[in-house]
Antibody, heavy 125, light 111 residues
């Protein structure tokens, strides 16, 4: 079945970087845009950006500009999100999610229909 | 504070109909489709409604969505205990260079 499987939990110190992977199965990751969304403990959903896995082009939320990178390795059907200069308030569950929009089209938000299971990132000294 | 406003909580008894509102502005709900997500405790969100009022396959027709102007609503009829979850609206916002915005979430309790 179609699913996104994410890498395991991470514990990082302030100032460090973290990379979370998101491997697609049941479909080809280059077929659809992929978002990254995070959720701090007890809080709501926060959009971080999307990547077009076919072209590699990404669009990041303004508050993460310069601190986040979204990349892909199409040979293993996987996308990655790297967040740098971690702070304690980056502690959250990070999700990847497939957009219903296919990469044949310019980006248009059409809803996130497949989600990864989430990766907990804890930032603590 | 989110760009989209949802009530923090809602409740109902089994069999009842409940609605959850999502209020935005011209740059988001006023010009773009609204999406609704259900998040059961300890799990990833699930797409419940797309394009204002469409249900993905497998979502019961007890769930329905609507939109008017800069507001949208999710209605759940025939409430069941398994509907107890957090519900989020999500929309594209055209301001700045464009971004996805979520409501703050509504915790639905089935009494």
């Amino acid at each position: 079945q179609v699913q996104l499987v994410q890498s395991g939990a991470e514990v990082k110190k302030p100032g460090a970087s973290v990379m979370v992977s998101c491997k697609a199965s049941g479909y080809t990751v280059t077929d659809n845009y992929v978002h990254w969304v995070r959720q701090a403990p007890g809080q709501g959903l926060e959009w971080m950006g999307w990547i077009n896995p076919k072209s590699g082009v990404a669009n990041h939320a303004q508050r993460f500009q310069g601190r986040v990178a979204m990349i892909r390795d199409t040979s293993i059907n996987t996308v990655y999100m790297e967040l740098n200069s971690l702070k304690s308030d980056d502690t959250a569950v990070y999700y990847c999610a497939r957009d219903r929009t296919t990469t044949e089209h310019p980006y248009f938000y059409a809803g996130m229909d497949v989600w990864g299971q989430g990766t907990t990132v804890a930032v603590s000294s | 504070q989110s760009v989209l406003t949802q009530p923090p909580s809602a409740s109902g008894t089994p069999g009842q109909r409940v609605t959850i509102s999502c209020s935005g502005s011209n740059s988001n709900i006023g010009t773009n489709y609204v999406y609704w997500y259900q998040q059961l405790p300890g799990t990833a969100p699930k797409l419940l409604i797309f394009r204002n009022n469409q249900r993905p396959s497998g979502v019961p027709d007890r769930f329905s969505g609507s939109k008017s102007g800069t507001s949208a609503s999710l209605a759940i009829s025939g409430l069941r205990s398994e509907d107890e979850a957090e519900y989020y609206c999500g929309v594209w916002d055209d301001s700045l260079s464009g971004f996805v915005v979520f409501g703050g979430g509504t915790k639905l309790t089935v009494l």
